[in-house]
């Protein structure tokens, strides 16, 4: 029984007015959704590859400075000990080492800071050396000499930076009189 001048509150609609727009909003809604989950994926994928290449171009600016450590001091050692002066004992102070890389150290950073594969980005080499864990001017004695007989090397942290990234390579050099000239790359 239905009174007069009544509507009942929950009549049924007999027509689509309305739905087309319904289903519009909600597709609209989803593809939102979709299209955002999408940017955020890519976008943590950039950056995890654009980090992977940062932390790969700092690895190789340190093993680069580790090389020319190795090489240079391969050719200090030969320029003080010539085979007509091979003195037994003796120290080599790191500072005196450091003197000699250190112009060629920036030589390098500039070769690498000029190159297109590393672009504009932040590159640097830094040094550090210790015997034994000394590292205020440390001496490396011949490792022949009666004069080392820990055999104490010399240290050398070796740190490849671009733009935030960093690379730690350690080295460790020791020399012998008799020309036994020692490098060892890593740990």
């Known amino acids: 029984m239905v009174l ?26 989803v593809s939102m959704v979709v299209i955002g989950l ?4 890519l976008n943590a994928e950039i950056r995890m590859t654009d980090n992977y290449g940062n932390s790969n171009r700092a690895a190789q600016i340190a093993e680069a400075g580790a090389d020319l450590a190795v090489n240079e001091w391969i050719n200090y050692i030969k320029d003080r000990y010539t085979d007509e002066n091979l003195p037994a004992g003796g120290s080599i102070l790191a500072s005196g080492f450091n003197n000699r890389l250190d ?7 500039d070769t690498f800071k000029n190159s297109s594969y590393y672009g504009s980005g932040d590159v640097s080499i830094i040094y550090s050396f210790s015997v034994d864990g000394n590292a205020v001017n440390p001496a490396v004695y011949d490792s022949c000499s009666p004069d080392n007989p820990e ?15 960093e690379y730690l390579y350690r080295l460790k050099l020791k020399y012998c009189h008799h020309g036994d000239i020692r490098a060892y790359k890593g740990e």
């Open 103 to 109: 112009p060629k150290r920036i030589i390098l950073q």
């Open 4 to 29: 007069k001048g009544r509507v009942p509150l929950l009549k049924p609609v007999n027509n689509n007015q309305g739905v087309a727009l319904l289903i519009v909003i909600s597709i609209m809604a």
């Open 38 to 41: 999408v940017y955020h994926i």
């Open 151 to 165: 055999k104490k090397v010399l240290d050398v942290d070796v740190i490849g930076k671009y733009n935030d990234e």
